[in-house]
T-cell receptor, first 112, second 113 residues
């Protein structure tokens, strides 16, 4: 069964600190993996998209990694800001259907 | 350029009523996707439409739910005879074609009382 699992479920960090969010997936065949940021009451906004051949991709203070062999991805946030408080969602696209399979998200709270 | 627009943002319906959710895709986008997010859960795919065609409705409940994307006007997700379990956030996304990126709207939060 195609699944995307994220950890931790929630995380609290102090402003300025770094953090890493994890994503494991069992989607096959794999097409691409995306990380989205979803602010409370808003729709998801794309942070990064990685295909099979890409190991890492950065978007400002966000850096995503992908290990297609172990089917794991991480999202590293550097020098966190209060505005980083949101839900971060890992989404994997299945190559045969094109469907997006969403993880449940990690809720990040950045405190001053 | 306006992004994906959804209205209403919040909708309250009593059990048994009908709910109509509207989605206007990014200008020029001909592909629309609907997702549902139940409380404390991740988004789940419902239906994928192109202009005047339903391409994939494998995520849609078999009864009471329907979707359309007419030649003119917004895409509509229609829920007939709503029940409490339909309470959720419904998100629409659009893309210009069969490309990777989907752009999400702000969602419609449906509450069934």
């Amino acid at each position: 069964k195609n699944q995307v699992e994220q950890s931790p479920q929630s995380l609290i960090i102090l402003e300025g600190k770094n953090c890493t969010l994890q994503c494991n997936y069992t989607v096959s065949p794999f097409s691409n993996l995306r990380w989205y940021k979803q602010d409370t009451g808003r729709g998801p906004v794309s942070l990064t998209i990685m295909t099979f051949s890409e190991n890492t991709k950065s978007n400002g203070r966000y850096t995503a990694t992908l290990d297609a062999d172990t089917k794991q991805s991480s999202l590293h946030i550097t020098a966190s800001q209060l505005s980083d408080s949101a839900s971060y969602i890992c989404v994997v696209s299945a190559a045969n259907t094109g469907k997006l399979i969403f993880g449940q998200g990690t809720t990040l709270q950045v405190k001053p | 350029n306006a992004g994906v627009m959804q209205n209403p943002r919040h909708l309250v319906r009593r059990r048994g009523q009908e709910a109509r959710l509207r989605c206007s895709p990014v200008k020029g986008h001909s592909h629309v996707y609907w997702y549902r997010q139940l409380p404390e859960e991740g988004l789940k795919f419902m239906v994928y439409l192109q202009k005047e065609n339903i391409i994939d409705e494998s995520g849609m409940p078999k009864e009471r739910f329907s979707a359309e994307f007419p030649k003119e006007g917004p895409s509509i997700l229609r829920i007939q005879q709503v029940v409490r379990g339909d309470s959720a956030a419904y998100f629409c996304a659009s893309s210009p074609g069969t490309v990777i990126e989907q752009y999400f709207g702000p969602g419609t939060r449906l509450t069934v009382t």
